[in-house]
């Protein structure tokens, strides 16, 4: 069971970002928070308290030898020190009674429909991350589609699909719970009226709005034939991050025209590219390679899906990067 101090720090990364809908409430055995994207509620060793918080303010000052007592109008904090911090007391009993609201509600649940979740939930939504739109006025595109044994994403330049041990109800999970949930080290989800909701080991809850929203259908193009197929050499994954550091700063100030060039020839793969500052190029011997039309790809795309010893197969407009369980495509040019 952890203090209420303890708790407050667990609970900042999800709801302590200074937005106006950041609302905290002591509720006797449990700490519980939202804010515009999140809900989280932690069990607290119980101070005997049922109160709404001024979060920001009350993290500032709360300490391990604490006494809370108030006033119509008041939080006052007794710290070890005799010191007293008064704080003003929010005035919003409607924030206090959904944060309550949300806690029954949660106690009243069927403990029996939680769905364990492995190490390949988290590993697949990561790797599924990469290939979000980061703004969330794409809708469902800054979310990973999350249906039975597998994940799937998509910006529009590339896709990403994963497969995991773990059968789930489907949802969409927006992009910017990868790093909320890591740290949580989430072992179960629930998908209950309009929330996802995870939980670990130590009971702690994170709720998530559900997005509403179509997911485009990708898996086609995961089951599309390519012309040829090869293992990445050695060095490759070395040679694409030296000249995507160098050609950033080109791309940064609007040189949009920067790509990475892939010529295959009998038996040898040939990179190239230029850059303002030059030209790089170097050859990869590769048994079995054949003769196929040069292909351009971005350079920050093609460095976030190389890997030494990975599966890649190309055909005209895309390239697919394999493992047994993960696959990305990119858009060729």
Not at 101 to 123: A, G, K, N, P, Y
Not at 223 to 233: A, G, R
Not at 276 to 300: D, E, H, S
Request: charged share 25%.
């Amino acid at each position: 069971m952890k203090t209420l101090q303890e708790a407050l720090k667990e609970i900042k990364p999800a709801i302590g970002n200074n937005s106006e809908f950041s609302t905290c409430a002591l509720l006797e055995t449990h700490l519980s928070g939202s804010n515009e994207f999140f809900y989280m509620r932690i069990p607290v060793e119980s101070l005997g308290h049922n109160l709404l918080l001024p979060y920001l303010e009350f993290f500032q000052v709360v300490g391990e030898d604490m006494q809370i007592s108030e006033t119509p109008i008041q939080i006052h904090i007794k710290t070890g020190k005799n010191q007293i911090a008064k704080l003003g007391k929010p005035n919003f009993p409607k924030y206090y009674d959904y944060l309550k609201s949300l806690s029954l509600f949660i106690d009243q649940m069927d403990i029996e429909d939680w769905v364990d979740l492995d190490e390949s939930f988290m590993e697949a939504f990561a790797f599924c991350c990469v290939t979000t739109n980061k703004s969330s006025d794409f809708t469902s595109l800054f979310c990973i589609n999350v249906r039975e044994d597998r994940m799937s994403s998509t910006d529009g330049f590339r896709m990403s699909q994963a497969f995991v041990e773990t059968n789930t109800l489907p949802f969409l999970l927006p992009n910017y719970t990868l790093s909320i949930l890591k740290k949580l080290s989430v072992k179960q989800v629930k998908l209950v009226e309009g929330w996802i909701l995870f939980k670990n080991e130590e009971d702690v809850i994170l709720g998530v709005h559900e997005v509403q929203g179509k997911f485009p259908n990708t898996d086609e193009f995961f089951q599309e034939k390519y012309d040829q197929s090869f293992i990445v050499p050695q060095g490759l994954r070395e040679f694409a991050s030296t000249f995507e550091a160098v050609s950033k700063p080109d791309m940064d100030f609007g040189v949009d025209e920067i790509r990475l060039s892939l010529e295959f020839l009998d038996g040898e793969l040939r990179c190239f590219g230029k850059t303002l500052k030059g030209q790089f190029a170097r050859r990869f011997p590769i048994k079995g390679l054949g003769k196929y039309p040069t292909i351009q790809v971005n350079p920050f795309y093609f460095l976030s899906s190389v890997q030494d010893g990975l599966k890649v197969s190309v055909k005209p407009k895309s390239i697919l990067f394999q493992t047994k369980n993960f696959s990305r495509i990119l858009k060729t040019y």
